[in-house]
């Protein structure tokens, strides 16, 4: 049985992207670290607020960047200091968590409270454009 694409159809014309990125996404489906979205009101503005559980980093132990249509951010600890543990439950691992982010998104700031990572993000209203088309006769 062979695999059909979901953006196949001849009526949908350059999609090609968005189906790349489903395969994006697909492939990087860690949990971890655990994240919420959620979705803010500001007025006539959405706001879209990711909210990531980064408890033991630091501010400098994180890197926030837009790659390509991408919201990507990377965490790494620096665990200099020799220790002797007798039990090591909390692992000081790094972690790179990506989402895919629509055409005209901006991220508006990010903070860092109480071990969360909060980064907001404002999807800008489109607006509705009607252009008719004149069609040229030839002989």
């Not at 408890?55 to 665990?79: H, K, P, Y």
């Not at 220790?83 to 691992?93: K, P, Y």
Request: aromatic share 6%.
């Amino acid at each position: 049985m062979s695999r059909v694409p979901p953006f196949s159809s001849p009526l949908l014309v350059g999609f090609e992207t968005i189906e790349k990125s489903l395969e994006r996404i697909a492939k990087s489906a860690d949990g971890y670290p655990p994240y919420n979205i959620e979705r803010l009101r500001d007025g006539e503005t959405d706001i879209l607020r990711i909210t990531l559980a980064v408890a033991g980093f630091a501010s400098d132990d994180l890197e926030i960047s837009t790659e390509d249509s991408q919201l990507v951010i990377r965490g790494r600890q620096q665990d200099d200091t020799p220790r002797e543990f007798l039990h090591r439950g909390i692992a000081s691992r790094q972690f790179q968590k990506a989402f895919v982010l629509a055409d005209g998104m901006r991220v508006t700031g990010a903070e860092l409270k109480n071990g969360l990572l909060s980064i907001d993000l404002v999807r800008p209203q489109p607006d509705k454009v009607i252009r008719r088309i004149e069609i040229t006769e030839r002989d």
